[in-house]
T-cell receptor
């Protein structure tokens, strides 16, 4: 069964600290993996998209890594800010072209405190 | 660009009533997705349109749900009759092609069925 598991479920860190969020998936065949940031009360916004051949991709203080062999991805946030408080969702797309090939994780809720 | 527009932003209705959610995708995008988000299940894809044609509606929970896209700039998701378990946030997203590109989410409609 195609699944996407994220950990931890929630995380609290102090402003300025780094953190890493994990995403493990069993989706096969694999097309791409996306990380979204969802602020409370708003729709998800894309942070990164990685295909099978990409190992790392950065977007400012956000760096995503992908190991397609072990089916693992991580999202590293550097020098966290209060505005990073949000839910981070990992989404994996299977290699077929149907829209339902998108498999969503349940997200990690990050709280950054001062 | 105004982004994906959804209306209403909040809807409170009584069980048994008909509910219609509306979405205007980003101009020029030819794929549109309807999602439902709950705390328990996270984001779930309900239905996906490409060039106004429903491609996959296997995520639609039951016959009480229906979606239409009469033209490239408008889509509706209808629930009739509504039930308390339909309470969730419903998101619409659009993308330039059928799932290969980044999805742009609307702000969502928070539906409460009492």
């Amino acid at each position: 069964k195609n699944q996407v598991e994220q950990s931890p479920q929630s995380l609290i860190i102090l402003e300025g600290k780094n953190c890493t969020l994990q995403c493990n998936y069993t989706v096969s065949p694999f097309s791409n993996l996306r990380w979204y940031k969802q602020d409370t009360g708003r729709g998800p916004v894309s942070l990164t998209i990685m295909t099978f051949s990409e190992n790392t991709k950065s977007n400012g203080r956000y760096t995503a890594t992908l190991d397609a062999d072990t089916k693992q991805s991580s999202l590293h946030i550097t020098a966290s800010q209060l505005s990073d408080s949000a839910s981070y969702i990992c989404v994996v797309r299977g290699a077929n072209q149907a829209g339902t090939a998108l498999i969503f994780g349940k997200g990690t809720t990050l709280s950054v405190s001062s | 660009d105004a982004g994906v527009i959804q209306s209403p932003r909040h809807e409170v209705t009584e069980m048994g009533q008909e509910v219609t959610l509306r979405c205007k995708p980003i101009s020029g995008h030819n794929s549109l997705f309807w999602y439902r988000q709950t705390m328990m299940r996270g984001l779930e894809l309900l239905i996906y349109f490409n060039n106004n044609v429903p491609i996959d509606d296997s995520g639609m929970p039951e016959d009480r749900f229906s979606a239409k896209m009469p033209n490239a700039s408008f889509s509706t998701l209808k629930i009739q009759p509504s039930e308390p378990r339909d309470s969730a946030v419903y998101f619409c997203a659009s993308t330039p092609t059928g799932g290969s590109y980044e999805q742009y989410f609307g702000p969502g409609t928070r539906l409460t069925v009492t």
